[in-house]
């Protein structure tokens, strides 16, 4: 069935059509058919329609995030028909490596892109998973990768929107054996104390267990040493 709401000015009606298109009602502004006036003015044609529910936009979903190289980073969103690219400041991690004879490799990686400092990237395993009493918001962003300096890094973090965000408790982190073939796993603190952190093997996948509680902040970079 089809509306006609007639007005007294055209502002009346452009705005009537205005309030129409803010709840999804389709209209258009139109002048009044001769059979229903005679006289001139403006009116707005309105289609049956009826909603049972009002479903919520969907926010973006936003696929890797890449750096800028202006210490920002972007990724485009993965919805369907979305040409949408967000673009956040990178939270970088301050790490230290103590090498030989105490020499101490500073660094600062972005553990949503992987930026590193030194020039590397680390590269995203899409395939690693997350499990946990409660996970945070957001995405597991798992990267792994060499420093210039040839030091193999690994860094664990929740990103929403490419934002980091907080984990709390023990999270089993799982991701494919061979990323860990040949390696120890060794938890960096910000003075580049090393903590071992043992991992156990399944089949074609490897499981280790970080605490964010005790550990504080909402991404862990690891260094892999390796044991061949």
Not at 19 to 24: E, K
Not at 84 to 101: F, I, S, Y
Request: net charge negative; glycine share 10%.
């Amino acid at each position: 069935m089809t509306y006609f709401a007639t007005f007294f000015s055209h502002f009346g009606a452009t705005r009537y059509k205005l309030l129409c298109d803010g709840q999804g009602i389709t209209c258009r502004v139109m002048p009044v058919p001769r059979d229903l006036s005679s006289s001139c003015g403006t009116c707005v044609r309105c289609e049956d329609s009826y909603t049972d529910a009002v479903i919520p936009s969907c926010g973006h979903w936003y696929g890797e995030w890449s750096p800028n190289g202006d210490a920002a980073s972007s990724a485009d969103c993965r919805r369907n028909g979305c040409r949408h690219t967000g673009k956040v400041l990178c939270e970088p991690l301050a790490c230290r490596l103590l090498l030989k004879d105490a020499e101490a490799y500073d660094f600062t990686l972005c553990p949503v892109c992987g930026e590193v400092s030194d020039g590397a990237r680390l590269t995203l395993i899409e395939e690693a998973k997350a499990t946990a009493q409660r996970l945070p918001r957001g995405e597991l962003v798992l990267r792994i990768g060499d420093l210039q300096n040839g030091e193999r890094m690994l860094s664990v973090g929740f990103e929403y929107g490419g934002r980091l965000t907080q984990p709390t408790g023990q999270v089993e982190i799982t991701l494919p054996a061979a990323m860990l073939d040949g390696y120890a796993l060794m938890l960096l603190d910000a003075d580049g104390v090393e903590t071992a952190l043992p991992h156990t093997l399944n089949g074609d996948e490897a499981t280790f267990t970080l605490d964010f509680t005790t550990n504080g902040g909402p991404a862990l970079a690891l260094r892999l040493i390796s044991v061949s």
